[in-house]
């Protein structure tokens, strides 16, 4: 039987790991501003950055800004992001959205959870990411990648939210590495999931943290 880890070394041992194979992780979502950052988290609940990232060239070049979206319909957006996933719905909260950052924030994208989660279309998981992305906060995002391989791996233990997963999270980076590394974190985690501990047939014999991996180690 594998001799046990503790949770510390475990979270020591990732970050030890991911400093070295993944030094400066970004977002795979293209954007150029954080505008079109919201804009593009927006459209990725439940659809992949690949398909958001083949949609917003057109739909910015056409709606560069949340004035212009604002002055759009929604029939307009819908017309323009018709190929992700919901684009009904997404199209409506987009243009309320920007109807909600010209009446209540200058056109601009606000820089507190608070104020980012009174828009629409806007919960934990995006506003988490626009302030880490987009303003450099030492937030945390628990997206579908990252909730599952923190249990996977042996992170987070019990949690039935994402926001569970997210307390165990920051808890746990919180004291093997400076606070200002949590983004960083949770990309590794992200991309992590996405293309070594995938959901169905994860590639754990080329995995590099599979000397830590609770899912590996117990079988």
């Not at 169905?200 to 080329?206: L, M, S, V």
Request: with cysteine; net charge positive; aromatic share 8%.
């Amino acid at each position: 039987m594998a001799k046990k880890i503790s949770k510390k070394a475990l979270f020591k041992g990732i970050v030890e790991y991911f400093s070295v194979a993944m030094p400066a992780p970004k977002s795979e979502l293209n954007y150029t501003d954080p505008f079109q950052l919201l804009v593009a988290v927006i459209l990725s609940a439940q659809c992949t950055d690949k398909r958001v990232n083949m949609v917003t060239p057109t739909l910015f070049e056409a709606i560069p800004d949340a004035k212009t979206m604002a002055n759009s319909s929604v029939d307009d957006i819908f017309a323009l992001i018709r190929s992700i996933s919901y684009p009904n719905s997404k199209a409506t909260h987009l243009h309320s959205m920007a109807n909600s950052l010209i009446e209540n924030f200058g056109g601009e994208v606000p820089r507190t959870r608070a104020e980012l989660e009174t828009l629409s279309g806007v919960g934990r998981k995006t506003a988490s990411v626009v302030l880490a992305v987009a303003y450099g906060e030492s937030e945390f995002a628990v997206d579908t990648h990252v909730f599952r391989v923190s249990a996977r791996i042996g992170l987070s233990v019990g949690a039935k939210t994402p926001f569970e997963t997210e307390k165990q999270l920051v808890e746990g980076f919180s004291k093997v590495c400076s606070k200002e590394l949590l983004p960083d974190a949770h990309h590794w985690l992200i991309l992590h999931g996405r293309y070594t501990c995938t959901a169905r047939a994860p590639k754990c014999e080329e995995c590099g943290i599979n000397h830590l991996c609770s899912y590996y180690r117990a079988q």
